[in-house]
């Protein structure tokens, strides 16, 4: 009996025991057999679909703590983390020239082989854990420190985009269009950052404005045609990605448009300093105001998911469009509102990467990928706001931390990509993982499977 | 790919024939926005000169003589067929008859000799190497098209396409490599460096299966995720272990063309399609294989049934999980083998992100073709086509920015997809699991 589980869902993450999100999940102890049977109904049911019924009232945090033990989600978490690690270290090891050189000789000197494994993996991770956290080998605490300055302000963008994508998530919908979002969302914003000359302050506000608006309508492009003509918004978001993608290539070396004057090359003038989000901890680190931003967007989508009617609407469109319809919603609305919201949280992590990360002005790679991460961070989030958070901030850790080992040890960036796609597999699959680890597999429950059925063969 | 919304719903029957109306409605919409399009060039954007059309390489065996047309008088007459064409569906249509097929490709191709006529003024546009370039280029998007039609006929939604294609080509060049290195046979290494594409092709494939069928993930998440997992672990072995020994590990060594004796030879066609090498002669048997496969025999069947209706797929014994697994394998041996028409099918060596989104164009082309393998390689070859045209155009100076023409496959599929073009629906249970009581 396998045991259906999204990486989207109910329980929190082990990594973010966090009693606002218990709060925020109340199916964690729904009365019909807890998360593993919402789950099955939120895979049965379709993609994206995020599965807690909105009116069962919210038990204690005790219960919550206790079921979720039991269920076993916190514990794959970890377990999820730490598999993914061990295959990290597995191609670091492997690739690893000492590592090779003396598994020549392993049979003689099995020793060398084993030492050398120890100081690859060791010294790799640990400069990771260095450059995410703390530095031990700085004389000062504030230099020491720096780096976790540093998760920080790689997480930023992961936050807002990761909102984004589980806004969209918890109304049953999958945007991709990270990508397409960010670039145009920073076209936006570097335009008005560059091209005008406002008062400090209301500069910064205006061309942050102007960024999350331009994702937002981006990203409602899809949710338009999704409403409207019924294109599947996974298709439209992926090829809005192009699109802005050529689109932003061509403004950018379009003199007049994006192109810096009197050059060349394909990028944009620095920004105006005042428009540039000004830095949290003084100039030495690189922390800026965009991070203050992104715990506000967390508050504010978890105002709107859990506080709302509108969240509330979307969380009824998520979990059933048809009930929601019939319940008199506008779910076509939803759909529409849901993709303006979720690209303006987008529209965030490009404005704080070309007003708080790059501002000497930025090119068509501005996004670095980050659309992308978002949606597993949004997954290992599980599609909850404070999730979205610990996920952003641990995967900031792995993005700040892979620059210092690959700078350390010599371990391509990469590697983090690996470590991290990894991690959200193995959540999304918790029978591999407890099966990996011979942990035993919860009952079948005779219930739960019919459920699950019912909805699976309906999909017909 | 297809809405949880609309599964719930038994189509009421005034839908279906609104949708009727308006599809009959589409080609001469279409036809008349083209027609505008060619206007507005003559009008604002005159271009003098003349433009040639070279038909024929040094080296055909048959010259075919070339081909010179005065620019502005050919757009006009381009422009007002394309007003005849557009009247006669506009008649068509007004009295309940179809718009056929034929005239539809006489329109595209009139269209198209329009404006690279426009586009190609005062310059001679080589059309054996933009037909022939077209072709090159469309061959991952094919393979990749076939993978993901033989998916999602299934009910697997493949988003990881982009990943088997990656897959594909990091593994056929590492294997063509060494294996070159070490045994210095080229035709055995080219070999192996295949049929390792393939598998590697089909262990995402398998990876992609297991845990949308086993383990009942979202399909989209799954494909998401493999396609950073593959470009992770592919940029990492590429750093780590393929840079510092390009030589041995990735130099792979390439298909030689083959000129087929008779075919080869025909003006036109022969350069075309008949100088390729071997991957491109499969593909074709690869797209005779996988249509006549879908729709002419017993698995064709028990594919497609376990894709629009599992249960019933269920009901008359066949096994629509085992079915499911074993086809997402079989479509990533096939995106595998399309794979190494990035390394060892034009001997390149492997870099990093080299794919560079083919498997989303290949995605784009399922759908825009359909979820039909024949239509699905035409829309391949188009935006085959637009890429290489873009190519052809900026060698020559081209009066488009070039992104707008990359962006063209895109575009077109936007509106593909929201029903603008055509009417594209999935397989019914397409992205949805089975999960048998």
């Known amino acids: 009996m396998s045991d259906p ?16 999100v218990a709060i925020e999940e109340p199916a964690a102890a729904s009365p019909e057999g807890g998360t593993a049977a919402d789950d099955a109904r939120a895979t049965a049911s379709g993609p994206g679909q995020p599965a807690e019924p909105a009116d069962v009232p919210p038990p204690s945090k005790w219960q919550n703590m206790l079921r979720e033990i039991a269920t076993g989600n916190a514990i794959i978490s970890v377990l999820a983390v730490v598999l993914a690690l061990i295959v990290g270290a597995i191609m670091i090891a492997f690739t690893d020239e ?55 302000t790689f997480a930023t963008p992961l936050i807002a985009g990761g909102l984004g994508v589980a806004l969209a998530f918890r109304v049953g919908m999958f945007n991709i269009g990270g990508r397409g979002q960010m670039l145009i969302a920073a076209s936006v914003a570097g335009w008005i950052g560059f091209g005008f000359d406002l008062p400090w302050g209301i500069h910064m ?18 949710g338009l045609l999704k ?10 978001t992926i090829m809005l990605n192009y699109v802005a993608f050529y689109l932003v290539s061509w403004m950018l070396r379009t003199e007049g448009l994006l192109q810096a004057p009197g050059s060349s090359n394909p990028k944009t003038p620095a920004m105006n300093p005042n428009a540039i989000f000004p830095d949290l901890l003084g100039p030495q680190f690189n922390l800026h105001f965009g991070f203050i931003l992104a715990i506000l967007a967390t508050i504010v989508v978890w105002w709107i998911l859990s506080r709302s009617s509108l969240g509330f609407k979307f969380r009824a469109v998520g979990i059933n469009p048809n009930a929601a319809r019939v319940a008199g919603i506008n779910v076509k609305g939803m759909y529409f509102y849901a993709m303006l919201i979720s690209g303006a949280l987008l529209g965030l992590a490009g404005v704080s990467q070309v007003l708080g990360t790059v501002t000497t002005g930025f090119t068509a790679g501005i996004d670095a990928g980050i659309g992308f991460d978002a949606i597993t961070v949004a997954l290992l989030g599980r599609s909850t706001p404070w999730g979205t958070f610990a996920a952003g901030i641990l995967f900031g850790a792995f993005k700040a931390g892979g620059f210092a080992m690959q700078a350390a040890e010599g371990v391509p960036i990469e590697i983090v990509l690996v470590v991290q796609s990894l991690i959200v597999l193995f959540i999304a699959a918790p029978p591999l993982v407890r099966t990996i680890f011979g942990l035993p597999q919860p009952g079948s429950r005779p219930k739960r499977s019919r459920k699950a059925d019912t909805k699976g063969v309906q999909a017909k | 790919m297809s809405k949880t919304v609309e599964h719930h719903r038994i189509a009421p029957q005034p839908d279906a024939l609104a949708t009727t109306v308006v599809t009959s409605w589409k080609a001469p919409i279409a036809f008349a926005i083209f027609t505008l399009i060619a206007l507005a060039l003559a009008v604002f954007a005159p271009r003098p000169g003349e433009t040639t059309f070279r038909w024929s390489r040094e080296s055909d065996a048959i010259q075919v003589p070339d081909l010179t047309v005065p620019v502005m008088q050919a757009l006009w007459a381009v422009v007002a067929l394309l007003a005849v064409s557009t009247l006669y569906s506009v008649l068509l249509v007004r009295s309940k008859r179809r718009v056929p097929l034929w005239l539809v490709v006489v329109f595209a191709i009139l269209f198209m000799f329009g404006f690279l006529t426009w586009a190609g003024a005062g310059a001679s546009l080589p ?32 988003i990881a396409i982009e990943a088997q294609l990656l897959s594909g080509a990091f593994t056929g060049a590492v294997v063509a490599s060494v294996v070159n290195t070490s045994t210095g046979q080229q035709w055995f290494a080219l070999i192996a460096g295949t049929i390792a594409a393939m598998v590697s092709g089909m262990l995402v494939g398998m990876v992609l299966a297991a845990f949308a069928i086993k383990y009942f993930v979202d399909q989209v998440i799954v494909g998401v995720v493999l396609n950073v997992l593959v470009v992770g672990l592919t940029s990492f072995f590429f750093s780590q272990v393929l840079a510092p020994n390009a030589a041995a590990m990735n130099t792979p060594p390439r298909f030689d063309r083959l000129h087929i004796p008779v075919l080869g030879d025909i003006p036109i066609i022969g350069p075309v399609f008949f100088q390729q090498t071997i991957i ?25 049934a376990v894709g629009e209706h599992p249960q019933a797929a269920d009901t008359v014994g066949i096994k629509v999980n085992r079915t499911r697994f074993w086809n997402v394998a079989l479509a990533g041996a096939i995106a595998g083998l399309g794979g190494t028409f990035f390394t060892i099918g034009s001997g390149i060596a492997f870099n990093k992100e080299m794919t560079a989104g083919a498997g989303f164009i290949a995605l784009a082309a399922v759908i825009f073709g359909q979820w039909d393998p024949i239509k699905a390689t035409l829309a391949a070859l188009l935006f085959g086509f637009a890429s290489n045209l ?48």
Do not use: C
């Open chain 1, 5 to 20: 589980q999204p990486p989207k869902g109910d329980a929190p993450g082990a990594n973010e025991p966090d009693a606002d």
């Open chain 1, 98 to 152: 000492r590592v090779q050189q003396t598994s020549v000789y392993f049979f003689a000197r099995p020793g060398d082989t084993f030492v050398a494994i120890w100081e690859s993996v060791g010294g790799a991770y640990s400069a990771l854990f260095q450059g995410a956290v703390y530095n031990f080998r700085r004389d000062t605490f504030l230099a020491g420190i720096r780096p976790l300055t540093e998760t920080l």
């Open chain 1, 205 to 222: 506000i205006v061309a942050l404005i102007g960024g999350l608006v331009g994702g937002a309508l981006w990203a409602g492009i899809a």
């Open chain 1, 227 to 236: 409403a409207r003509t019924g294109a599947h918004e996974v298709i439209v």
């Open chain 2, 127 to 158: 059309m054996i190497g933009l037909l022939f370039g077209s072709l090159s280029l469309a061959v991952p998007l094919i393979y990749g098209s076939l993978a993901g039609v033989i998916g999602e006929r299934a009910g697997v939604v493949n």
């Open chain 2, 280 to 304: 491109v002669y499969l593909m074709y048997a690869a797209v005779a294989l996988v249509y006549i496969g879908l729709f002419h025999t017993r698995w064709g069947l028990r594919v497609r």
């Open chain 2, 390 to 437: 873009q190519n052809t155009l900026s060698v020559i100076g081209s009066p488009v920015p070039s992104e707008f023409m990359l962006m063209l496959p895109y575009v077109v599929t936007i509106f593909a997809v929201a029903g603008l073009v055509g009417k594209s629906r999935a397989p019914a249970a397409d992205g949805k699991p089975y999960i048998k009581s």
